[in-house]
């Protein structure tokens, strides 16, 4: 089969599509054939050399596919070759075949195309074990996600508004986005270059991926017993955490990720994602945002238009 391997770190040109060997599925995995695979900003990070994949994934990128299952492991039940799926992964998605442990599978939702699907698992999953598990995001109450138009973002807002959030505000660069936000069910979008999101506040929960950059301005902007949930570090790894702003407020931080988790627990927030969200995925209450579509083979360019930030919702490579 083909994939895209990164022959150094670099740029995006060090992406290449070239022949590699087929994945051979180990006793309860699957192999799915690509149809498509999103894009995300770990992928970025790993091409750049500083996000290797956990021991035991494929070397190339991708944590989100969609396609349909092509071979079944031994002791693998509940899936048929031939079934549309998509999936998370620990990595490989930049490929025409990748194998994944079953329990990270999940069925293409009614109403939603095999193409647009792969723009779920990685975002869904965040979201739902983020803002919804560790934060305990309530009905009533407000809610802050930084970068709102990108598929983190776009989810995230559809999501609060859909399991009935109170006030819903989110963090964009410019008045395009702040417009495809507003349509989502944001009540505010907030330019973050003329405008600091604080003066909004207070918020129950934020949700962040910007990291030390944001850190003294997220814990200003909790409400009191508020939660905020850090999932990147786009602004930087180390910051100064002000723990008087979080004893006076009776606040909370929480540092999570996704990818280096166990199979078990990734299986778990796969389950839960399921469970929660595919019935309003199902029932048209929440829809996978896609920007565009690259072809597989054109994913140097993929990477140059997410570096860019110019896009609203997920950026898919279809094979």
Known sequence: MRAIVIREPGD????????????????????????????????????????????????????????????????????????????????????????VPAGQLLPVPKNVDLIAAAALPEVVCTVWSNVFEVAGLKEGESFLV?????????????????????????????ERKAEACRDLGADVAINYRTDDFVAHGPFDVILDNMGAAYLPRNVAAL?????????????????????????????????????ARPVAEKAAVVAAAGEHVWPLLEEGKVRPVVDRTVRMEEAPLAHRLLEESGHVGKILLVV
């Open 12 to 99: 995006a040109d060090v992406l290449e599509w070239t022949q590699v060997p087929d994945p051979e599925p180990q006793p309860g995995e699957v192999v799915v054939a690509v149809a498509a695979a999103g894009v995300n900003r770990a992928d970025v990070l790993q091409r750049q050399g500083f996000y290797p994949p956990p021991p035991g994934a494929p070397d190339y990128p991708g944590l989100e596919v969609s396609g349909t299952v092509a071979a079944l492991g031994p002791g693998v039940t509940g899936w048929t070759v031939g079934d549309p799926v998509c999936a998370l992964l620990a990595g490989g998605g930049y490929a025409e075949k990748v194998a």
């Open 146 to 174: 930084h970068g709102g138009g990108s598929g983190i973002g776009t989810m995230a807002i559809q999501l609060a508004r859909a399991t009935g959030a109170g006030r819903i505000a989110c963090t964009v660069g410019g």
């Open 223 to 259: 409400a009191t017993g508020g939660r905020l949930v850090v999932i990147g570090m786009q602004g930087g790894m180390k910051g100064e955490l002000d723990l008087g702003a979080l004893l006076s407020r009776r606040a909370s931080v929480h540092a999570t990720g996704l990818r």
